[in-house]
Protein backbone atom coordinates (compact mmCIF):
# COMPACT_ATOMS: atom_id res chain seq x y z
CA UNK A 1 0.00 0.00 0.00
CA UNK A 2 1.19 3.08 -0.77
CA UNK A 3 1.46 6.04 1.89
CA UNK A 4 0.06 9.18 1.06
CA UNK A 5 2.34 12.36 1.30
CA UNK A 6 0.55 15.33 2.46
CA UNK A 7 2.32 19.14 1.54
CA UNK A 8 1.11 22.10 3.00
CA UNK A 9 -1.11 24.95 0.64
CA UNK A 10 1.73 26.92 0.20
CA UNK A 11 3.73 24.24 -1.16
CA UNK A 12 1.12 23.52 -3.37
CA UNK A 13 0.65 26.71 -4.52
CA UNK A 14 3.98 26.97 -5.31
CA UNK A 15 4.17 23.98 -8.07
CA UNK A 16 1.51 25.28 -9.76
CA UNK A 17 2.36 26.71 -13.76
CA UNK A 18 0.72 29.98 -12.28
CA UNK A 19 0.63 30.51 -8.45
CA UNK A 20 -2.20 32.35 -7.08
CA UNK A 21 -3.11 34.12 -3.75
CA UNK A 22 -3.44 31.79 -0.80
CA UNK A 23 -7.20 33.49 -0.60
CA UNK A 24 -7.66 31.99 -3.50
CA UNK A 25 -6.72 28.51 -3.43
CA UNK A 26 -8.57 28.36 -0.09
CA UNK A 27 -11.86 29.81 -2.17
CA UNK A 28 -10.61 26.53 -5.02
CA UNK A 29 -10.89 24.10 -1.65
CA UNK A 30 -14.56 25.15 -0.45
CA UNK A 31 -15.42 25.51 -3.95
CA UNK A 32 -14.74 21.69 -4.42
CA UNK A 33 -12.11 22.64 -7.19
CA UNK A 34 -9.12 20.66 -6.21
CA UNK A 35 -9.46 16.49 -6.54
CA UNK A 36 -8.57 15.21 -4.18
CA UNK A 37 -9.91 17.71 -1.55
CA UNK A 38 -7.82 18.58 0.77
CA UNK A 39 -7.59 18.10 4.53
CA UNK A 40 -7.93 20.09 7.05
CA UNK A 41 -6.01 19.87 10.00
CA UNK A 42 -6.56 22.62 12.60
CA UNK A 43 -6.00 25.73 11.02
CA UNK A 44 -4.11 24.38 7.53
CA UNK A 45 -4.87 22.74 4.74
CA UNK A 46 -3.03 19.67 3.67
CA UNK A 47 -2.87 18.55 0.42
CA UNK A 48 -1.91 15.21 -1.40
CA UNK A 49 1.13 15.88 -3.28
CA UNK A 50 -0.92 14.24 -6.31
CA UNK A 51 -3.95 16.76 -5.62
CA UNK A 52 -4.84 18.78 -9.34
CA UNK A 53 -7.34 21.59 -9.89
CA UNK A 54 -9.73 20.48 -11.91
CA UNK A 55 -13.56 22.22 -12.84
CA UNK A 56 -16.71 20.28 -11.67
CA UNK A 57 -18.55 21.73 -14.30
CA UNK A 58 -16.43 20.74 -17.00
CA UNK A 59 -15.71 17.08 -16.11
CA UNK A 60 -15.23 14.82 -18.73
CA UNK A 61 -18.85 13.32 -19.91
CA UNK A 62 -19.12 9.61 -18.90
CA UNK A 63 -21.74 6.86 -17.47
CA UNK A 64 -21.19 8.32 -14.28
CA UNK A 65 -21.79 11.75 -15.12
CA UNK A 66 -24.54 10.77 -17.39
CA UNK A 67 -26.36 9.23 -14.02
CA UNK A 68 -25.97 12.28 -12.19
CA UNK A 69 -27.15 14.82 -14.96
CA UNK A 70 -30.38 12.66 -15.69
CA UNK A 71 -30.87 12.95 -11.77
CA UNK A 72 -30.58 16.66 -11.24
CA UNK A 73 -31.85 17.81 -14.75
CA UNK A 74 -34.42 15.37 -14.73
CA UNK A 75 -35.12 13.16 -17.39
CA UNK A 76 -37.98 12.88 -20.03
CA UNK A 77 -40.87 11.12 -18.94
CA UNK A 78 -42.51 8.71 -21.16
CA UNK A 79 -45.47 9.02 -22.59
CA UNK A 80 -48.39 7.67 -21.13
CA UNK A 81 -51.32 6.70 -22.95
CA UNK A 82 -55.00 8.23 -22.49
CA UNK A 83 -56.72 7.66 -19.76
CA UNK A 84 -60.15 6.07 -20.58
CA UNK A 85 -63.06 8.72 -19.58
CA UNK A 86 -65.24 7.51 -16.87
CA UNK A 87 -69.06 7.69 -16.77
CA UNK A 88 -70.64 10.43 -14.31
CA UNK A 89 -71.70 9.23 -11.01
CA UNK A 90 -74.18 11.73 -10.46
CA UNK A 91 -77.97 10.74 -10.33
Given amino acids: MTKIKFITLKEWNSRLPRPRSEETVRRWVR???????PILDG???LFDDRAI??????LQKNSVNRLLERINDGKNPKPRPARPTTKSVRP
Fill in 31 to 37: AGKIYPA
Fill in 43 to 45: REY
Fill in 53 to 58: KIDPKN
